[in-house]
C-alpha cells in the first residue's frame, strides 16, 4: 500500500539568485514553508510564522512547479540549488519532499535554526542559530554553513560558541541584521580581520532589489 501523499504549507517559492552566505550570487529556486516557533523579533518574515495561513500543496505538485519555474528559465533543472527555508523548515518531515527534488535534479538545500529534529536528504545545509530558540547539539556537527546573524557586540561571542562545535570544514558568515548593517557592518569587517576564519554576508538580493 503506497503512502499518502504529503502535503506541506508553502508560503511562496520563487526563482532568483541566493543572496546570503556560501552560495551568495548563484541562481537558486526557493521553496518558503509555513510555521514557526523561534520568534525572531527583528524576522522580515513574520508572516510565515503561522502555518495555517499559508495553502497546503502536496509534494509532487511543489516540485512540479519548481521543474516548471526554473525549466523554463535555465531550460533544466540539472544541479540547479533549490532551498527549503521559512519559517522553521524543520518543524515538518522533509524527506518526501527532498527525495523528489533531488530525483528531479535539483540540489538540495536547507536554511534552518537547527531548533527541531533534522529530516530530508540534503547535499547542503546551511545553520543559522537564533537566540530565541537554540539549535539541537546533534545539528551542529552536520552544518556545511555557520551562518551568524550579528544584532549586536554581545553576539560575536555567541557566534563563536556555535563555531566551536561545528567540523573543521564547516563555512563561517557573519551577516549584520539588515535593520542595524550600517551600524553593525563596520563591527563585523573589524572582526572578521581580527577573526580570519569568518566570512562576511551580506544579504546581496536585498541590495540589488530581488526576492
Given at each position: ?67 516548471d519555474?526554473?525549466?523554463q ?16 523548515p ?61 544584532f ?60
Open positions: 500500500m503506497q503512502p499518502a501523499m504529503q502535503q506541506l504549507p508553502v508560503m511562496e517559492s520563487f526563482y532568483t539568485l541566493q543572496g546570503e552566505g556560501y552560495y551568495q550570487g548563484h541562481a537558486a529556486y526557493f521553496i518558503r514553508l509555513g510555521g514557526c516557533d523561534v520568534g525572531c523579533v527583528w524576522c522580515d518574515v513574520k508572516e510565515s510564522w503561522d502555518a495555517s495561513n499559508h495553502p497546503q500543496y502536496t509534494i509532487d505538485d511543489i516540485v512540479q512547479q519548481a521543474v519555474t526554473v525549466t528559465q535555465a531550460g533544466s533543472v540539472n544541479n540547479v540549488l533549490c532551498v527549503i527555508t521559512g519559517g522553521e524543520l518543524l515538518h518531515p522533509l524527506y518526501q519532499l527532498t527525495t523528489a527534488l533531488q530525483k528531479a535534479g535539483f540540489l538540495t538545500n536547507i536554511e534552518t535554526s537547527g531548533s527541531s529534529s533534522l529530516s530530508g536528504h540534503w547535499n547542503w545545509i546551511c545553520l543559522s542559530p537564533k537566540k530565541f530558540k537554540a539549535p539541537l547539539p546533534e545539528i551542529v556537527p552536520l552544518a556545511n554553513e555557520l551562518k551568524v546573524v550579528i549586536n557586540q554581545h553576539d560575536f561571542a555567541w557566534a563563536e560558541t556555535y563555531a566551536g562545535q561545528t567540523h573543521p570544514h564547516c563555512k563561517l558568515y557573519l551577516q549584520p541584521e539588515w535593520d542595524k548593517a550600517a551600524a553593525i557592518t563596520p563591527l563585523i569587517i573589524e572582526y572578521i580581520q581580527q577573526h580570519p576564519q569568518w566570512e562576511l554576508s551580506l544579504q546581496l538580493h536585498k541590495y540589488i532589489n530581488v526576492p
